[in-house]
Nanobody
Framework: QVQLQESGPGLVKPSQTLSLTCAVS??????????WNWIRRPPGKGLEWMGA???????YYSPSLKSRTSMSRDTSKNQFTLQLRSVTPEDTAVYYC??????????????WGQGTQVTVSS
């Protein structure tokens, strides 16, 4: 079965770049036709889809975050990454990676990571 594991710093300073990695096992991030997503949940709020990278390396971003977001992958390590630039305390959230079969605001995710807390604070 597919397993996903988020990792990265739990504390980031304002104005800096938040960087997270999702390690995938049990399935290839290059397999047709899957999309690899980043989703977050700020305290007291609902889930927010941030974006995805496809099996072919194409990227798709939420309009509200596009200007600050980059996603990439390392196929040799079967990992994909998130970078969120110019962070503020409003970016504090639990960040998840998850798999879907469509790239834009997916309705269904069949596999999720456990989530990782990221706090933006000086």
């Amino acid at each position: 079965q597919v397993q996903l594991q988020e990792s990265g710093p739990g504390l980031v300073k304002p104005s800096q770049t938040l960087s997270l990695t999702c390690a995938v096992s049990g399935g290839s991030i290059t397999s047709n036709y899957y999309y690899w997503n980043w989703i977050r949940r700020p305290p007291g709020k609902g889930l927010e889809w941030m974006g995805a990278i496809s099996y072919s390396g194409s990227t798709y971003y939420s309009p509200s975050l596009k200007s600050r977001t980059s996603m990439s992958r390392d196929t040799s390590k079967n990992q994909f990454t998130l970078q969120l630039r110019s962070v503020t305390p409003e970016d504090t959230a639990v960040y998840y990676c998850a798999r879907s079969d469509s790239p834009g605001t997916p309705k269904e995710y069949d596999y999720w990571g456990q989530g990782t807390q990221v706090t933006v604070s000086s």
